[in-house]
């Protein structure tokens, strides 16, 4: 894929790898998704030879790694156009890849083939931590440290070599809590209560702090790259949103703690401040694009108003914007409220709001920044969207929506009888999934990923295919 391009430095053509790998999993994601929706309708589906257990894990594990993969190849791709520099170290960074990659691969292989062991350190060590969401085995927890630490040096030093712009700034110093709220979850206490809290930094601190305002230096590097939007005005919102998700992302994740037997205060604090979190990102793409169609100062050569540089990269970004808002403010704040998640913590009201958020808040901006790659790679000036790329965007984003709405239905169904009329038991719980609205719902759900997957197809088709669709004006 490599042997001819036209990216400027090395360090890109390793940021392509990890692209590739990305999309990859990405669509691992999304199979392992379908076969779990599938296991929520038909119980007996692969029971006993993939159970649900093992399909649920793949699929979330498999979310959090593809973006992962993206996050340390958009960083590569950005880094030596904002520092001015080829990265320092890069044969480092070339090793670690194939570490990762070759780690992800076995840990993916002993999920699926081995899945579980006896409650001992061998199967700590080499299967299978049981902590849900971070269940990869101890090994490849501290493989990963080593990779991330090899990045981070990447990164750091080429960051005191080079220019030191606000976007490179907010990134050193997020990339550091990044790699460092990872050590939260590597570690045991007796205490279920200190066990849980240590989790929960690395669950949804992890997300709600570092990753957001990652996600935010990646947008005001795509906003200047496609429409030659004000740095100023950028960084100006890039500090903002510093200020308020390390803030909120901390604070936020109060509404997490009256499940571990803390004190009740953190219920308001939680619910209060983790609603704040997708506020400075949507305000910084609205200033932006009102900055760019207002004023006449952004031209190009010709005099004329600078064209979108990559209109499949915007409408993914576009699509954060909404996405984010949505996902993480709207369906985040509809149950953490803790007079309402009393009833609803636990049941599809969090799939639904996890669905939409990690879409929203994720997967939009680092498909976007897959499209900018591109672009470099094929050494296009200017990328409109073709046929694909609209559908690809269509198909996936109603199917994620669609996904959302199906389990927000069917939390609503559970909330009522399993938790409100029935008092939450276990038998409760099973009454509930089998009433009409609940199994419809999921039904839905399932139809809706078949949608997305379809979408996912489209959108490989057309990120393997939009430099010929280019020439050829389709």
Known sequence: MLAKTNLKYESQKLAINYFTVAVVLFGAQLLMG???AAQYLFPSFLYGVFDFNISRMVHINAMVVWMLYAMIGSVYYLLPEESGKEVVGL???????????LAVTVVVLVYIFVQIGPADMKTIWFINEGREYIEAPRWADIGIVAVVLVFYYNVFATYQKGKKTGILNVLVADLFALAGLYLCGMFFTDNVSIDQYWWW????????????VFVGAIAGFALIKIINAKREIVEMWLWIEVLMLFGS????LGHHYFWIGTPEYWWEIGALFSSLEPVPLVAMFVHVLYDWGREKGHSDA???KSPLRNSPAMA???LNAIGNFLGAGIWGFFHTLPQVNIYTHGTQFTAAHGHLAFFGAYATILTGMIYIAIQGLV????VKMTTKTKLSIAFISLGVLGMTVALTIAGYEQTLVERADLGGGWDAYFIAQNLPWYVQAQGWRFAMGVVTFIGYILLVWDMLTINKAQKEGV
Not at 91 to 101: C, D, P, Y
Not at 201 to 212: C, P, Q
Not at 379 to 382: A, T
């Open 302 to 304: 010709k005099g004329e």
């Open 379 to 382: 050494g296009i000036e200017r």
């Open 91 to 101: 044969k480092f960074g070339k090793i670690a890849f194939w570490v990762l990659t």
């Open 249 to 252: 992302g901390i604070m936020g």
């Open 34 to 36: 379908l076969i779990a």
């Open 316 to 318: 993914w970004l576009a």
């Open 201 to 212: 930094w690395v669950i949804h601190l992890w997300v709600e702090a570092t990753w957001e």
